[in-house]
Nanobody, 122 residues
């Protein structure tokens, strides 16, 4: 059974940082492209970042470019999202996902975690 489990969310003040982790079981992350998405209350789930299987290529939404960094450790079977200079508009549930390609479309990704809440106070 494939499981993706996110952790590291929480409450942080604007300008602060958080590091999200995504741990996989039942799945070899090294064979998969990985993405992070987020969903704010009343809004659709949106793309945040994606990373190639080797970690050599990364993609970011314009709204987080320069502030967030996606990385992966295929030995530990984990993916990370370092979030710096957080803003109140970054408040959302953050999800990691695994799929056969790295792009911004939700439909690309096959496996999803349950999400972790990130709340940024002003």
């Amino acid at each position: 059974q494939v499981q993706l489990v996110e952790s590291g969310g929480g409450l942080v003040q604007a300008g602060g940082s958080l590091r999200l982790s995504c741990a996989a079981s039942g799945l070899t992350l090294g064979y998969n492209y990985m993405g992070w998405f987020r969903q704010a209350p009343g809004k659709e789930r949106e793309f945040v970042a994606a990373i190639s299987r080797s970690g050599g290529i990364t993609y970011y939404a314009d709204s987080v470019k320069g502030r967030f960094t996606i990385s992966r450790d295929n030995v530990k079977n984990m993916v990370f999202l370092q979030m710096n200079s957080l803003k109140p508009e970054d408040t959302a549930v953050y999800y990691c996902a695994a799929g056969p390609r790295s792009d911004h479309r939700l439909s690309t990704y096959v496996y999803w975690g349950q999400g972790t809440q990130v709340t940024v106070s002003s």
